[in-house]
């Protein structure tokens, strides 16, 4: 049987749903849109998406807290540029990469509730494996993990994620 490429159904292949895929997406737009506007110093735009009552979480150094001092203006840090290296939606969770320089390597992970960004976790040199739990026995699947290129340089806590 030969099947046309106009009739395959994308969560045929992928095995994820149309309406699934499409919200992963916004979801993913939201997120690039806070770098965006931290890099651009526009307020304005980050208090659209991001909630009041943010829940952060941080995992690091207790000098590198730069996004907090960012989201809350207590700082612009001209000095440290967030850049993401890749970005992964994964249901309501966002998760982003990026390093500044050789020496400073961070993950976050944005929680979307209704259209807003609730919560942060964010992990500074520190390695990070995202897995998602599949049954009471223990049993899991791992969704993302920190890149290779992180991993070898040099001695960085590994955390696992377990949502």
Same mark, same amino acid.
């Given at each position: 049987?030969?099947?046309?490429?106009?009739?395959?159904?994308?969560?045929?292949?992928?095995?994820?749903?149309?309406?699934?895929?499409?919200?992963?997406? %916004?979801? @993913?737009?939201?997120?690039?849109? #806070?770098?965006?506007?931290? /890099?651009? &110093?526009?307020? *304005?735009?980050?208090?659209? $998406?991001?909630?009041?009552?943010?829940?952060?979480?941080?995992?690091?150094?207790?000098?590198?807290?730069?996004?907090?001092?960012?989201?809350?203006?207590?700082?612009?840090?001209?000095?440290?540029?967030?850049?993401?290296? %890749?970005? @992964?939606?994964?249901?309501?969770? #966002?998760?982003?990469?990026? /390093?500044? &320089?050789?020496? *400073?390597?961070?993950?976050? $992970?944005?929680?979307?509730?209704?259209?807003?960004?609730?919560?942060?976790?964010?992990?500074?040199?520190?390695?990070?494996?995202?897995?998602?739990?599949?049954?009471?026995?223990?049993?899991?699947?791992?969704?993302?993990?920190?890149?290779?290129?992180?991993?070898?340089?040099?001695?960085?806590?590994?955390?696992?994620?377990?949502?």
């Amino acid at each position: 049987m030969k099947i046309s490429p106009g009739k395959i159904e994308p969560e045929k292949v992928s095995g994820v749903s149309p309406s699934v895929m499409e919200h992963e997406n %916004r979801n @993913r737009k939201m997120v690039k849109m #806070v770098y965006k506007a931290l /890099r651009g &110093g526009d307020m *304005e735009k980050l208090e659209k $998406v991001v909630g009041k009552e943010l829940e952060w979480w941080y995992h690091g150094p207790p000098h590198c807290h730069h996004m907090m001092k960012m989201l809350t203006g207590e700082s612009t840090h001209k000095g440290f540029k967030f850049r993401p290296r %890749r970005i @992964r939606a994964i249901g309501d969770r #966002v998760i982003v990469e990026g /390093r500044e &320089g050789m020496e *400073e390597y961070w993950v976050h $992970v944005w929680s979307v509730k209704e259209g807003i960004i609730a919560q942060l976790r964010e992990y500074f040199n520190t390695l990070l494996t995202v897995v998602l739990r599949v049954s009471e026995d223990g049993d899991e699947a791992r969704l993302w993990r920190s890149t290779p290129w992180a991993r070898v340089q040099g001695s960085l806590p590994d955390l696992v994620l377990a949502i």
